[in-house]
């Protein structure tokens, strides 16, 4: 998986950079997005893997209607070097470079039951105040967390279910 990441990242920042210049960051998103998403699924695998499978119809494959010339490009230049099995890496890591440009924070937030909008709220406020950025919430249900929540941003994840604080209890008597 890491050598995955490093092969990746300098394709994502190229990426990143092309659709910066044209102010294209958001439909470079979707389009990387889709473009991974069809080129994980096992039967575009086996298919954009084919070594009679010309850049042209590769291409075709994965871009999206409308898409921008200078996209259209650089997935010819992924299935050039046969880097299209790293779509799913280049589109998380432009994905991050985007969310830093755009100081924003995607955090997950799990809980046991559905989160109600007003906690969410609540949630996505504090975490604000706390990165000083804006807040993206993806809201999780985990029933086996008992009630609490965990919240999950990147870097930063905080347990604050009951389940954690029963491990936490766990370890500290010794069992």
Same mark, same amino acid.
């Given at each position: ?67 921008? $010339? %200078? #996209?259209? &490009? ?5 299935? /050039?070097?046969?880097? +299209?099995?790293?779509?799913?890496? *280049?589109? =998380? ?31 996505? $406020? %504090? #975490?604000? &105040? ?5 807040? /993206?919430?993806?809201? +999780?249900?985990?029933?086996?967390? *008992?009630? =609490? ?27």
């Amino acid at each position: 998986m890491s050598e995955a990441l490093t092969l990746a990242r300098p394709y994502a920042r190229a990426a990143f950079a092309a659709a910066s210049e044209r102010n294209a960051t958001a439909q470079w998103s979707k389009a990387l997005s889709f473009a991974a998403q069809v080129a994980a699924q096992p039967e575009a695998k086996a298919v954009l893997g084919h070594p009679l499978l010309s850049t042209g119809d590769a291409v075709g494959l994965l871009v999206m209607d409308g898409a921008d $010339e %200078a #996209l259209t &490009r650089f997935l010819s230049t992924l299935a /050039e070097n046969r880097r +299209l099995p790293l779509l799913p890496e *280049i589109a =998380g890591l432009f994905e991050q470079l985007r969310n830093e440009a755009d100081q924003v924070v995607k955090a997950k937030v799990t809980t046991a039951t559905p989160a109600s909008d007003s906690e969410l709220a609540a949630i996505r $406020e %504090a #975490l604000k &105040r706390r990165f000083g950025r804006e807040v /993206e919430i993806e809201p +999780l249900v985990d029933e086996s967390l *008992i009630g =609490g929540a965990i919240i999950d941003a990147g870097h930063v994840v905080i347990d604050g279910s009951i389940k954690g604080k029963l491990a936490s209890l766990q370890n500290a008597i010794g069992h």
